[in-house]
């Protein structure tokens, strides 16, 4: 494949795109919305988001016809912009933070996210601070935050409907495209002054790329993932979450491969970026407790200061960015109290220790199987722990990549090479609490799980991209297990094939061993969302 050429779309030379006229609709009054919205909940809200969900069939359909992108549908989005009444004036007024790449976008992310309300605390600017992220883990809520807080219930129905009623004539965009949109009509009427996006996949064509003028783009490290959209070859990667730089506007990125730099260059220098700044370690990170203590994560640290300083010179005629002195109070203390849910994060249970990494690309299972031997390593290192071992468990899961098989052998090549310890028990389960299918319309749902009782349905984990027929028969679960077995040959390691989340957590409470035992549960932020949903019974993270 080659790296498309940089031809301006019609909406960078101000021509509409002529499959689409717009009408620009009023803005409704909250009065007016009131009488919309009466008796429509937040399960009402999600569910009807769902059917806003591109199909397992269809995405195969595109997948066999070779189609990556759908032509115009960032257009298209533009003009449901229009329609529910906003312009880009008003998205600029968002000042939004636009970060893309391949691995620690999230991280950078809520990085600036706690680094600007350490800021706020003390400085009462910004008002208010929207972020935007994806996947969810538990609730689709947690996609949309203020102030490092998902929306509520109540609040995610009122303005999910406002949108939909407002498109109610008109061709709605699809599930994620629509969360964009509503985003936007959630920050500006909830008085955000600064918002922080995560692109999605890519950048060019990605749905929160609609922004002419954001604040400041980043780019956090590039690698080899999802390449039936974005290429084989990390210099096509790069052309993509290059798509984010905008003329005039700053633009960052953390240390790439030579490759991949010189593309980002390329479209920084065509875009004509204000200023285009790779930024490695920074050395104002010295003495900052930065978790994990590793040099990935040091580097996405080093981005968001840098994305966090250019922002707040905007927002902050005080505000003076000192890059030779010691980073500053409010700052630190974003760095080191920073709470991002499912990545490198432990949870103790009894006699059990989780370690959970929504790691889904080869790379960064790398990283967290090193992060996850450090830290069995560290606690039985210590004086209470000296000379034992625990039972090492890994909970393994990623429904229908491609990739899936070599995340496989990239963890069975760090058991072999002696990087992390062997697993005495691998289990493989497919990422549902419980099932309740719908095989004729390959759907699967998913409820919430007490006592194993699924007592509540949990619309949140609806997902009809994945085959289930496939889930059902545990076709990819037991594919894994074969392969495990072929990777490893005859060990003694204990490989499980089971039907569901809470299958597995009755095998490993099952399990005995005073020294505890070591749960590594990795593949997927859906599969580490699904486990912290039954290990919480929380309805949002």
């Known amino acids: 494949m080659k790296i498309p050429s940089r031809q301006s779309p019609a909406w960078r030379t101000g021509q509409r795109p002529k499959a689409y ?28 988001l769902n059917t806003l969900q591109t199909t397992y069939a269809e995405l195969t359909r595109r997948r066999l016809a070779g189609i990556r992108f759908v032509p115009l549908a960032n257009d298209h989005l533009r003009v449901c912009l229009s329609k529910v009444g906003y312009s880009q004036d008003d998205l600029t007024k968002l000042n939004i933070v636009h970060v893309a790449g391949t691995k620690g976008k999230g991280s950078t992310c809520a990085y600036v996210d706690s680094m600007l309300s350490q800021y706020r605390h003390i ?41 939909y009623d407002a498109l109610r004539d008109f061709e709605k965009p699809v599930y994620f495209k629509f ?113 994990p ?28 960015r000192a890059p030779d002195e010691p980073l500053s109070k409010e700052l630190k203390d974003g760095i080191e109290k920073v709470v991002w849910r499912g990545r490198f994060e432990v949870k103790r249970e009894g006699n059990i220790t989780w370690y ?85 319309k390959g759907n699967v749902s998913f409820a919430l799980i007490e006592d194993h009782k699924a007592d509540k349905l949990q619309l949140d984990f609806v997902n009809k991209q994945h085959d289930g027929d496939a889930i059902a028969k545990l076709t990819l679960q037991t594919s894994f297990a074969a392969k495990w077995s072929d990777l490893n040959g005859e060990t003694d390691s204990q490989i499980k094939v089971v039907p569901s989340i809470p299958d597995a957590f009755d095998y490993i409470r099952d399990l005995t061993d005073g020294n505890g035992i070591e749960v590594f549960v990795t593949g997927s932020i859906h599969l580490v969302g699904t486990v912290l949903s039954a290990l919480e019974g929380v309805d949002a993270l």
């Open 356 to 440: 959970l990494d929504g790691a889904h690309t080869s790379d960064s299972i790398q990283f967290a199987t090193k992060w996850y031997s450090e830290e069995t390593s560290k606690k039985f290192s210590d004086t209470n722990h000296a000379g034992r071992t625990g039972t090492r468990v890994l909970v393994f899961n990623q429904q229908g990549h491609r990739e899936a098989m070599e995340l496989l052998e990239t963890l069975s090549n760090s058991v072999r090479e002696g990087k992390i310890p062997r697993f005495d028990h691998v289990i493989f389960a497919p990422t549902v609490l419980s099932q309740q299918q719908d095989l004729k």
């Open 123 to 163: 400085h009462s600017i910004p008002q208010n601070i929207g972020l935007f992220t994806s996947p969810h883990l538990i609730a689709v809520r947690e996609r949309i935050k203020i102030n490092s807080t998902p929306i509520s219930c109540s609040l995610f129905a009122k303005y999910f409907f406002e949108i």
């Open 293 to 320: 203590d590793a040099e990935f994560q040091y580097e996405n640290a080093s981005l968001a200061v840098a994305l966090t300083e250019s922002v707040l010179g905007k927002l902050d005629p005080g505000f003076k």
């Open 21 to 48: 006229t717009v009408s620009i609709l009023p803005r409704y009054t909250s009065q007016r919305w009131h009488s919309v919205l009466q008796n429509r909940s937040y399960d009402d809200a999600i569910n009807t």
């Open 179 to 291: 969360l964009v949109l509503m985003s936007y009509h959630v920050f500006i009427q909830q008085g955000v002054d600064v918002a922080i996006y995560e692109a999605g996949v890519g950048g060019e064509y990605d749905a929160t790329n609609i922004v002419d003028c954001p604040a400041v783009t980043g780019i956090s490290r590039l690698g080899i993932d999802h390449t039936f959209q974005l290429g084989e070859t990390v210099e096509e990667i790069a052309w993509h979450k290059a798509g984010i730089q905008k003329f005039g506007v700053p633009s960052f990125s953390v240390t790439q491969l030579k490759g991949a730099l010189e593309v980002l260059g390329k479209v920084a220098s065509e875009r004509k970026v204000k200023n285009f700044e790779v930024k490695g370690w920074n050395e104002r990170l010295r003495g900052v407790r930065v978790r």
